[in-house]
C-alpha cells in the first residue's frame, strides 16, 4: 500500500471514531438529564408531601389549660419520634447547660440562699423590657421545701431563653411546666443585668405531672444518675418561646417526684 492509499484508509476511518466520540458524548448528556429530572421529580414530590403533611401537624385538640400545646402539635409529634431513651441521652451535654445531677442543682441553690419550692403557676400576661425577655408568673399553692420561705401569691419571672428576635442560640430551651400549672421551681432573689423592667426574681422551673418531675433542656435539667422513664404528654410554655418543640429534639425525662423531693430537701 502506498501513502496515497494508507491516508485514504486512515481518512476513511476517522468519520467512524468521530461518531462513535458523538454518541459517548449523548449517551452522557441523556444520563445527566436524567438525573436532573430526577432530583427536581424528588424534590417536587417532598414538597407535596410537606404541604399535604403540614396542616395535619398545625391542627389538633387544643387543651382547655393556659399556654398548654395542642396534642397534635409539632412539638407533640417531635416528643413522640425524636425523644431519645434516657439511656441514650441522659448523659449526653448539651449546649448552654453543663448537664450537672439534680442533687447538685438543689446543693448549689440551697448554698445561695435560694427558696426550692412545688407551686402550681399562672402566667400574669406581663413581660420585661430587656435584652433577655422574661414572663411574670403567679404562684399558689405553694410548698416550701428548702430556703427562705414564699407566701401564696407570690410572683416571680420566668426565662424563655429568647429576645426580641427569637431564641437565643447556645443556650438552654426556656421554660416549661404542667399544662395545670404545677411545677417545681428555683427561685432567686434579685433581677437579671441589663434589665429595665423591675424584677425581684427568677425562677427556674420544671414540670410536674402526676407523681413524676419532668427534666429537659427546657431550664438545663438533667436526669443523670436518676433512674427515669420517656415522657411524651403535654406541657406548656411562654407563648411564643417554642420550648416545647426546643426540649423536644432531646427528648423528656420523667423522674420519681418523691426521688426530687428527698433531693431537693437534702
Request: aromatic share 4%; glycine share 8%; net charge positive.
Amino acid at each position: 500500500m502506498d501513502q496515497q492509499q494508507l491516508r485514504d484508509a486512515l481518512t476513511s476511518k476517522a468519520p467512524d471514531q468521530a461518531s462513535v466520540m458523538a454518541k459517548v458524548r449523548s449517551k452522557r448528556r441523556r444520563r445527566t438529564h436524567m438525573r436532573i429530572a430526577s432530583a427536581c421529580a424528588s424534590a417536587i414530590l417532598v414538597t407535596g408531601s410537606a404541604i399535604l403533611i403540614w396542616p395535619h401537624l398545625s391542627q389538633g385538640e387544643v387543651d382547655d389549660s393556659p399556654n398548654a400545646l395542642p396534642q397534635g402539635s409539632l412539638g407533640a409529634l417531635l416528643s413522640k419520634t425524636n425523644s431519645p431513651s434516657p439511656e441514650a441521652s441522659a448523659d449526653v451535654p448539651v449546649s448552654g447547660c453543663d448537664n450537672r445531677p439534680l442533687k447538685d442543682d438543689f446543693a448549689e441553690a440551697r448554698r445561695a440562699g435560694a427558696t426550692i419550692v412545688i407551686a402550681r403557676a399562672t402566667l400574669t400576661g406581663r413581660s420585661s423590657d430587656g435584652p433577655e425577655i422574661f414572663a411574670e408568673a403567679r404562684l399558689d399553692s405553694v410548698q416550701v421545701l428548702a430556703g427562705p420561705p414564699v407566701a401564696t401569691g407570690f410572683s416571680a419571672w420566668i426565662s424563655g431563653a429568647r429576645g426580641r428576635s427569637g431564641p437565643f442560640p447556645g443556650t438552654d430551651s426556656g421554660a416549661l411546666w404542667a399544662p395545670d400549672g404545677r411545677m417545681l421551681a428555683i427561685i432567686w432573689r434579685g433581677s437579671p443585668p441589663d434589665q429595665t423592667t423591675k424584677i425581684d426574681a427568677t425562677m427556674r422551673v420544671a414540670p410536674i405531672v402526676g407523681e413524676e418531675l419532668i427534666l429537659s433542656t427546657a431550664g438545663c435539667w438533667s436526669a443523670r444518675d436518676l433512674p427515669s422513664t420517656p415522657f411524651t404528654g403535654r406541657l406548656s410554655e411562654i407563648p411564643g418561646s417554642d420550648s416545647y418543640a426546643r426540649a423536644a429534639e432531646r427528648g423528656f425525662h420523667a423522674v420519681p417526684l418523691p426521688m426530687a423531693i428527698s433531693l431537693a430537701r437534702a
